[in-house]
């Protein structure tokens, strides 16, 4: 079994700055994509950055130039930078990783339970 426990989340100001963490544990292999989603209330959860694990990164319009995702994979850890987070960044976010679990295993797509960012005056 795998766990993905997210860190990180809480309460910042407009114009402020968080970093999430999540690390991946037990029955790990290897390690494919990991990446972040939101979900916003009343919203679809929705992809706010991705990473491959030779290092490519995806990201959502609406954070390109603001967030930066990265991944330590000696630690199966990905994180992400938020600068100058909005309002309207504030959501539930998610961690999600496609993880491998033995040599002739095929990956299975793992979530975290989601770290609160609330984005306020």
């Known amino acids: 079994q795998v766990q993905l426990v997210e860190s990180g989340g809480g309460l910042v100001q407009p114009g402020g700055s968080l970093r999430l963490s999540c690390a991946a544990s037990g029955s790990i292999f290897s390690i494919n994509a990991m990446g972040w989603y939101r979900q916003a209330p009343g919203k679809e959860r929705e992809l706010v950055a991705a990473i491959t694990s030779g290092g490519s990164t995806n990201y959502a319009d609406s954070v390109k130039g603001r967030f930066t995702i990265s991944r330590d994979n000696a630690k199966n850890t990905v994180y992400l930078q938020m600068n100058s987070l909005k309002p309207e960044d504030t959501a539930v976010y998610y961690c999600?990783?496609?993880?491998?679990?033995?040599?002739?295993?095929?990956?299975?797509?793992?979530w975290g339970k989601g770290t609160l960012v609330t984005v306020s005056s």
């Open positions: 999600n990783s496609g993880v491998v679990a033995g040599p002739l295993t095929p990956g299975m797509d793992y």
